[in-house]
DNA sequence: CTCAAGAGATGACATCGTCAACTGAAACTC
DNA sequence: GAGTTTCAGTTGACGATGTCATCTCTTGAG
């Protein structure tokens, strides 16, 4: 016996995936209400009894989408066995992942909607916390901060190179995303030991 | 006098300048065919004779972007008195610059249109070609690509974050977009200087 | 059993991108 | 210089979209 609030739990829920699904084949244009709904196996009114308007829910996607990137980064700083640098290179790459699998995604991630600009950065602060932890190991917490956001808008910026298909350019020599992190880990790492 | 083909370069002229002008007060949802008619003195179907749809006005814009940045470039490049690490930082302060204060051009320069994916990265291959020399100067020929995409890819974080909002959040100490630039092209500097 | 609450469906409206048909003036031909 | 062509710009129309108001119907509380 399934309740109302757990009915409406789970339209909430086809809703969002119908969103995120939509936005990964076919990117934002195809994400309109009437998509979603039929998608979800409801109309186009559906949506408006869960989100404010397509807006928030977009927001909402993206939300979703930084929480499970912050899993697995508190996942990855409690890891045993790692060095703080290895933890630094695969959360760079846990990043750069989103933007080269989910471009359509990664880009709404960093997006900041007219309405609350706000919105996905706060969704965004316990991943970069955790990574900040990471970051503190390394080079301590003095540099961390100048230092984690310099890697994290790093990997941005490699993510949003591959996302948009320029790193594939031979001009670049076939440098993969890999070797920029590694180049930039292995930057970050002699400052660290040298400090 | 003018004649009738003059007065079509600038009315398309005027189209691009009104497009962009709408995209950097309102961002891209004010981008709409009749307003940019509406602000270039003509009507919604104007524009249709001098671009093949919306998505080519926008690409325009971006490439015209993108044109006077490689401009930039060149002269950056050419300037006598400069150290190679000074060009390099005042060639990443130009990309930054333009996410700072343009954001939503600068989304709009970093955006594969789903038209023509390539369009725009053809419109950056100056820029970045006149940059990829500048760091050569530096760490040489053999290093200079590998570099020059972290450089590029990591400026283009600092700006996307930065126009994002992200960048102002205390979390990072109050680290500014130069702060950032600066520790990037030190490190760069250092690789360079040790090599 | 009664009834309020709320999830969902539906009709309607304004706005948007786009196309087809039309208008008028400049440019070309003879 | 008259006739014709070309083409920038206008206008009307259409389908798609986000959103609101209204309606229906099931659920859960009293």
Redesign the pocket.
């Known amino acids: 016996m399934i309740?109302?609030?757990e009915?409406?739990a789970a339209?909430r829920r086809a809703l969002l995936d119908a969103a995120a699904e939509l936005l990964d084949s076919g990117g934002l244009d195809a994400?309109?209400?009437?998509?979603v709904?039929a998608r979800a196996g409801?109309?186009?009114?559906?949506p408006?009894?869960?989100f404010l308007?397509?807006?928030s829910l977009l927001i909402a996607v993206g939300t979703r989408a930084w929480d499970t990137l912050g899993d697995r980064m508190q996942a990855l700083r409690a890891e045993p066995g790692l060095s703080a640098a290895e933890k630094i290179r695969g959360g760079l790459l846990a990043l750069i992942d989103v933007g080269r699998f989910q471009p359509h995604l990664y880009k709404l991630m960093f997006s900041n909607p007219p309405g609350d600009p706000t919105a996905l950065a706060r969704a965004a602060q316990r991943s970069q916390t955790e990574f900040l932890a990471v970051v503190a190991d390394l080079v301590g917490e003095q540099e961390a901060r100048r230092y984690a956001a310099l890697l994290i808008s790093s990997a941005n910026g490699i993510a949003g190179l591959q996302a948009s298909g320029q790193l594939a350019d031979p001009k670049w020599g076939g440098v993969s995303a890999e070797d920029l992190t590694d180049t930039l880990v292995d930057m970050i790492a002699g400052k660290g030991r040298h400090a």
Chains 1, 2 share one sequence.
């Open positions: 309740s109302r609030a009915s409406a339209t994400v309109t209400l009437r998509a709904g409801v109309t186009r009114g559906a408006y009894r869960h308007d397509k807006e």
